[in-house]
């Protein structure tokens, strides 16, 4: 079993930054693929970034590259996700997911294990 904690969401201006942090307990995190989504009302849950276990490749939704960064911390079971000039539409609940196994996809059935989620709220 795999505990996943989001932290980091908030309210923000468009333009502005914000860190995202998902700490992870239950398994060896370093071979787990990592990934974050989002889900706005009314919305499906759509892919935003992924890692994948050793950290060697990230992935990003043609939304936010050169926006966000992905990244992992093996050593603090932590994955992250730096958002940088975001955009009101941006605004979601933003979810860490974690996968049996180190690839990752972009589809949120791949996942295993899933956060509470986290609100980020963009004012323009």
């Known amino acids: 079993q795999v505990q996943l904690v989001e932290s980091g969401g908030g309210l923000v201006q468009a333009g502005g930054s914000l860190r995202l942090s998902c700490a992870a307990s239950?398994?060896?995190?370093?071979?787990?693929?990592m990934g974050w989504f989002r889900q706005a009302p009314g919305k499906e849950r759509e892919f935003v970034a992924a890692?994948?276990?050793?950290?060697?490749?990230?992935y990003y939704a043609d939304s936010v590259k050169g926006r966000f960064t992905i990244s992992r911390d093996n050593a603090k079971n932590t994955v992250y996700l730096q958002m940088n000039s975001l955009k009101p539409e941006d605004s979601a609940v933003y979810y860490c997911?974690?996968?049996?196994?180190?690839?990752?996809?972009?589809?949120?059935?791949?996942?295993?294990?899933w956060g509470q989620g986290t609100q980020v709220t963009v004012s323009s």
């Open positions: 890692i994948r276990g050793s950290g060697s490749s990230t």
């Open positions: 997911a974690a996968r049996i196994g180190s690839l990752v996809f972009t589809t949120a059935l791949e996942y295993d294990y």
């Open positions: 239950g398994r060896t995190f370093s071979s787990s693929g």
